[in-house]
Every structure is written in structure tokens, then in C-alpha cells.
T-cell receptor
Framework: SAVISQKPSRDICQRGTSLTIQCQVD?????MFWYRQQPGQSLTLIAT?????????ESGFVIDKFPISRPNLTFSTLTVSNMSPEDSSIYLC???????????FGQGTRLTVV | GQQLNQSPQSMFIQEGEDVSMNCTSS?????WLWYKQEPGEGPVLLIA?????ELTSNGRLTAQFGITRKDSFLNISASIPSDVGIYFC?????????????FGKGTLLTVNP
């Protein structure tokens, strides 16, 4: 298994500002992913954070809005840029485990934009 | 796109009752995953299924991978209050690894003591 720490756990932000969310894993992992969970909804994949190259974004998500960094095999950041109330969601980091079974998730960052 | 249809949306049951929920798709999946999410936490993997027809248990939880590879169910026997949470089914996105997942909308389970 992998222990995943996300910071901050929650934040309330003003519209028009940006927030950077950090994801730290206790072991080196090949792949890291960022998901969004809107209020009362399921999880939607935003992007795959690739170490040493640009992130791969899913349909409906763009780099200008959600820039991602992956400086090494244990750390990644997701920035939510120029926030609006519609960005209020839980943002979750997930990683591939060494055993190759499913994915492990961090506890999430609960973002409220006012 | 690949959509997972999960039912029921919510369940209210008495402690000790058995629970059954299912997940269907119009697309074939090669892997089915069942997660539980508690308030303020990320999803936790409960059961992973890799083969059509596979029946797997994890304590009081049992899940099956449908023969058509388009459905799966999760059963919880003798429910207890700590079973409360949202249960999600998930499967790999088309062309992705087992870790790039698409999720169902979830089943909210409430257990009355």
C-alpha cells in the first residue's frame, strides 16, 4: 500500500484567486492522478501527472486552468487557477500501488470558492 | 463515453440486514473495482475483480464480475453501523491503465442501529 498526504485538507478561497494543492507519497510511484469530486457527485479524472514531462489531461480539463507539476516520483501539485464558485469540489490525488491492484487515494482537499 | 450506472442511489436499512447494490455499463470492462468513501476521506478499495464470473469476498463483503463483463454487484451481509458511507463501482477508462478510472455515481448507505 501507499500512504498519501494531501495539503491543505480544506480551504475557502476568493473567486479569481488560485490555490495549489500538494500530494506527497511515502514511496516512489510511477503514476499519479488527480481527480475532482463535485458536491454530491462521483469522481472524475482531471489528469495524469507524468514525472519529467507535461501532464496528460482528460477531455474537459485544460492545463491553463489546472496546471500540474511532478518534480519527482513522490510528489505532485495541482493548481486550480482563476477560481469560480463552480470549482468548489473535493480534489483527490491517487497513485498506483506496487501490487497493481486498483488505486490508492489521498484524503482529498475540500475547496470552497466564495 | 464509458458510463457506469450504479443502483440504487441510496439505501436506508436496519442493522443486521443484508445489502445488495449493482453497477452496469453499455461497454465491456476488464476490471471492476468497488470502493467505499466515508465523510471527509478519500475512497478506499474494498474489492477488485479481474475475470468474468469471478466471485470474491472480503469479510462480510462479496462482489461478482458479471459473465457479460458489463455488470458487477456488491453484497454486504449482516450490516453494522460502520458500514455507513458511499459505495462506488469503478473500472478502467478505455485505453487506460487499471489506475485511470471511471466511477459510478455511488450508492449512499445508511444503517440504522
Amino acid at each position: 500500500s501507499a500512504v498519501i498526504s494531501q495539503k491543505p485538507s480544506r480551504d475557502i478561497c476568493q473567486r479569481g484567486t488560485s490555490l495549489t494543492i500538494q500530494c506527497q507519497v511515502d514511496s516512489q510511484v510511477t503514476m499519479m492522478f488527480w481527480y475532482r469530486q463535485q458536491p454530491g457527485q462521483s469522481l472524475t479524472l482531471i489528469a495524469t501527472a507524468n514525472q519529467g514531462s507535461e501532464a496528460t489531461y482528460e477531455s474537459g480539463f485544460v492545463i491553463d486552468k489546472f496546471p500540474i507539476s511532478r518534480p519527482n516520483l513522490t510528489f505532485s501539485t495541482l493548481t486550480v487557477s482563476n477560481m469560480s464558485p463552480e470549482d468548489s469540489s473535493i480534489y483527490l490525488c491517487s497513485v498506483d500501488p506496487a501490487g497493481g491492484i486498483g488505486a490508492f487515494f489521498g484524503q482529498g482537499t475540500r475547496l470552497t470558492v466564495v | 463515453g464509458q458510463q457506469l450506472n450504479q443502483s440504487p442511489q441510496s439505501m436506508f436499512i436496519q442493522e443486521g440486514e443484508d445489502v445488495s447494490m449493482n453497477c452496469t455499463s453499455s461497454s465491456i470492462f476488464n476490471t471492476w473495482l468497488w470502493y467505499k468513501q466515508e465523510p471527509g476521506e478519500g475512497p478506499v478499495l474494498l474489492i477488485a475483480l479481474y475475470k468474468a464470473g469471478e466471485l470474491t469476498s472480503n469479510g462480510r463483503l462479496t462482489a461478482q464480475f458479471g459473465i457479460t463483463r458489463k455488470d458487477s454487484f456488491l453484497n454486504i451481509s449482516a450490516s453494522i453501523p460502520s458500514d455507513v458511507g458511499i459505495y462506488f463501482c469503478a473500472g478502467p477508462l478505455s485505453g487506460g491503465s487499471n489506475y485511470k478510472l471511471t466511477f459510478g455515481k455511488g450508492t449512499l448507505l445508511t444503517v440504522n442501529p
